[in-house]
């Protein structure tokens, strides 16, 4: 079974932009969660889509955005990047998701490596 | 505000030796605890998930306790090798359905 992939693996842009990453779950998986990692902040919870429907929403401004299309892969849009955007962004995919089991195993991609110059 | 606190924050032990990781969270009102792995240049592995109702998990030479009423737990790996070393990170499910996550532990098995 192929595991989660992440699109692009590496990615740099100037202030001001805007991006767009994308996540393919495991086959059969509905959830997709997204975080993003930085050296400062560590790992935080960026939002979860379960069946194309944003699920839940972590504290970060409105300039992170994402969706999820009827196959279940999911995107998250960043706009006008600030440097402090600079960060490994992941995705996890998982059966039910954070909301709907607690036994739920979350499989996780390799993650997006943003550079924001 | 669920915090999640890891100690230490590195730990090199020669291979062989067994070891403890420690976590501990504010706020007993959890999901769940799980411990993933992270090794340089790829994302995170799952290896244990302890349900809020279970005290432990075991997976071939790794232990996991949980004492939810003391927001502590802790990752036992037995006989470390080299290949365990990597980044280990615990995360609680909290109350908002959020995963919120330690900072980690790097650890290094020394060959």
């Known amino acids: 079974k192929a595991g989660v992939t992440q699109t692009p693996r590496y990615l740099i842009k100037t202030r001001g932009q805007q991006v767009t990453l994308s996540c393919s779950p495991i086959?059969?998986?509905?959830?997709v969660s997204w975080y993003q990692q930085t050296p400062g902040q560590g790992l935080q919870f960026l939002f979860e889509?379960?069946?194309?429907?944003?699920?839940n929403k972590g504290n970060f401004p409105g300039r992170f955005s994402g969706r999820q299309f009827s196959n279940s892969r999911s995107e998250m849009n960043v706009s006008t990047l600030e440097l402090g955007d600079s960060a490994l962004y992941l995705c996890?995919?998982?059966?039910?998701?954070?909301?709907?089991?607690?036994?739920?195993?979350?499989?996780f991609g390799p993650g997006t490596r943003l550079t924001v110059l | 505000k669920q915090e999640v606190t890891q100690i230490p924050a590195a730990l090199s032990v020669p291979e062989g030796e067994n070891l403890v990781l420690n976590c501990s969270f504010t706020?007993?009102?959890?999901?769940?605890l799980q411990w993933f792995r992270q090794d340089p240049g790829k994302g995170l592995t799952s290896l244990l998930l302890?349900?809020?109702s279970q005290r432990e998990q075991t997976s071939g030479r790794l232990n996991a306790s949980l004492d939810k009423s003391s927001g502590r737990s802790t990752l036992y790996i037995a006989a470390s090798q080299p290949g365990d070393s990597a980044t280990y990170l615990c995360?609680?499910?909290?109350?908002?359905?959020?995963?919120?996550w330690g900072a980690g532990t790097k650890l290094i098995i020394k060959p």
């Open positions: 302890i349900q809020s």
């Open positions: 996890a995919s998982s059966l039910g998701g954070l909301a709907g089991s607690s036994t739920d195993t979350q499989y």
């Open positions: 706020d007993s009102a959890i999901y769940n």
């Open positions: 086959s059969g998986h509905r959830s």
């Open positions: 889509y379960f069946s194309e429907t944003q699920r």
């Open positions: 995360a609680v499910l909290d109350s908002n359905y959020q995963l919120i």
